[in-house]
C-alpha cells in the first residue's frame, strides 16, 4: 500500500530530527512486538532487573524498551527505573510484590525520555520518593505533555501513563539508605540528556549508569556530545563489578562495555568536524555522518541522523 505524502504543514520526522526535536523513543511506526511476561533477572543479590526491547515504542510492546529494575534493602525497595508506560510499570510493581512484601521506598527516574518515566504512576498507591535529577522537573514541563500525548495515541490514555514530577531532587552526590543497602546517586551535567542520573549499589559494586551506557543498541543523543564523553571518562574511573547499562543486556562487565559506545561517539565528533571544516551542510552530513558504525548497532537507521544533527550543531561554533 502507498503511504500518503505528508501535508505541507505537517512536520516529518526528518524534519523534526533536524530542527532538534527528541524524538528519542517515541512511535515511528506500529511494529508487532511479543510483550510476554515480564521476566526479572537477579543480576547482583537482591538487584533484579528486566531487559528492554530492542524495538521502537509500539501498540504491541507498551514501550517496555528501557532495562528496569528494583534493589531490596532491609526497610524498603528502591525502583531503579519505573518502566515506559503505566502497564509496564504495573507488571513491575506486580514483580516486586511476588519477590517481596516490603514497601516501595523510592521511585528513581533517570531522566527525562519517556522509555524511563511514564510507569511511575503505576507505584503512586505506594506512596514512595520520587528521585530525579534537579533538571528533571524542568525538562518534563518542557517535555512532558507532548510525549504523553505521542504516547496515548499510541497506547491509549490510561495505558500510556501520567506525568510523575520528581519529589526529591538530586543537586550533588547523594546517598539512599534501604536500611542495610546504601544506594549512591550522583547528577550529571549534560551529556546523554540535560538530566542524567546515575546510580551505584554500594553493596554488590553495581554501577546503574541508566541511559549513559548503551549496548548493542544504538544510544540517543539529547544533551552533549563532549559532554557525554567527559561523563563516560568519569565514570570509568568506577572500581564497578559489573554494571546495568539502560538498553542491552541486563548486566556488563565494566569498564569494558563502555568501549563500544566511546567508538560511536567518537566517530561523532570526528566525522561532524570534518563535515564542518570542508563546509559540507548539515542536510548532506546526517547521511555521512558516523555512517561506518552502519552495521555495530540496532536501529542505526532510526536514531543516527539525528545523532549526527546534534553533534553537527554542538561542534559547529566550538
Known sequence: MRSSAPQPNQPTRRNLLLSGFCLCCLPQTLRASPSGPLAMAEVASG?????????????????ALANIGFIIGREGVLVTEPGGSRMDGER???????????PVKYVVMSHVHPDHVFGAGAFLPDHPVFVGHWRLTEMLRQRGPYYRTQLSALLGAETAGSIVEPTMEIHSKTELDLGDRRIELTPHEPA????????????????????????????????????????????????????VPGH???????PSATVALSRYLKTLAQDARAAIAHGVSLEVA?????????????????????????????LEWE
Open 248 to 254: 542491552g543486556p541486563t548486566a556488563v562487565d565494566w
Open 47 to 63: 538487584l533484579h532487573i528486566r531487559r528492554g526491547l530492542d524495538e521502537e515504542a509500539s501498540s504491541a510492546n507498551d514501550n
Open 192 to 243: 546523554h540528556t540535560l538530566c542524567d542520573l546515575s546510580l551505584y549499589d554500594q553493596n554488590t559494586g553495581t554501577l546503574l549508569p541508566a541511559d549513559l551506557l548503551f549496548v548493542d543498541r544504538i544510544p540517543s543523543l539529547d544533551g552533549s556530545l563532549r559532554g557525554w564523553l567527559k561523563t563516560l571518562d568519569e565514570l570509568n574511573h568506577i572500581k564497578a563489578a559489573r554494571a
Open 92 to 102: 513491575l510493581r506486580a514483580a516486586i510484590a511476588q519477590v517481596t512484601p516490603l
Open 286 to 314: 546526517v547521511e555521512k555522518i558516523a555512517a561506518s558504525e552502519a552495521r555495530q548497532w540496532k536501529l542505526f537507521e532510526d536514531y543516527n541522523a539525528r545523532n549526527a544533527a546534534e553533534a553537527y550543531r554542538e
